[in-house]
């Protein structure tokens, strides 16, 4: 039984259980990996993640990111994306990239517009974004010390 399965039996359990009263917790199963060998055993192998990261490095030549962003993947992060489609991937691969470039103190490409951060302040969005955020992409950049790049005050 895979853990989806596992959760819908639980969430089945807590679903009858009226909202004033505390369901009694059952203890939890152990898991096995050796249980799971057939169909999971290659999904942790070192060979999963190494496939994982050939397909990321070609399709990182596409979308124009860095090797060295790929390479430095963990191999959970790698077989974590087992699933995923081209298009998916792509996404991951944009994200990573636009990860870099704010770590590095540096707008992305389409971040355009000038808003205003509750936490940061005027800060640089992507087009359609609202003039007025609670939060955005810097905050945790910020909180960790790094630079922010800052629209003109106008």
């Not at 999963?48 to 959970?76: F, G, H, N």
């Not at 990573?96 to 302040?121: F, N, W």
Request: proline share 11%; aromatic share 6%.
């Amino acid at each position: 039984m895979d853990w989806h399965n596992r959760l819908a039996e639980r969430r089945k359990k807590f679903e009858n259980v009226p909202n004033d009263q505390l369901p009694k917790l059952t203890k939890p199963s152990s898991v096995s990996f050796v249980s799971d060998l057939p169909n999971h055993l290659q999904n942790i192998s070192g060979t999963a993640p190494e496939k994982m990261q050939t397909r990321l490095r070609a399709m990182a030549a596409d979308a124009r990111v860095r090797l060295a962003i790929v390479e430095r993947l963990p191999a959970d992060e790698l077989t974590a994306c087992a699933d995923c489609t081209d298009t998916e991937l792509r996404g991951y691969l944009r994200a990573l990239k636009y990860g870099a470039t704010m770590d590095s103190g540096q707008c992305p490409p389409d971040y355009v517009e000038p808003a205003t951060c509750a936490g940061c302040g005027p800060v640089w969005l992507w087009p359609g974004a609202p003039d007025r955020v609670l939060a955005c992409p810097w905050c945790f950049r910020r909180k960790a010390g790094k630079p922010v790049p800052r629209p003109p005050r106008g």
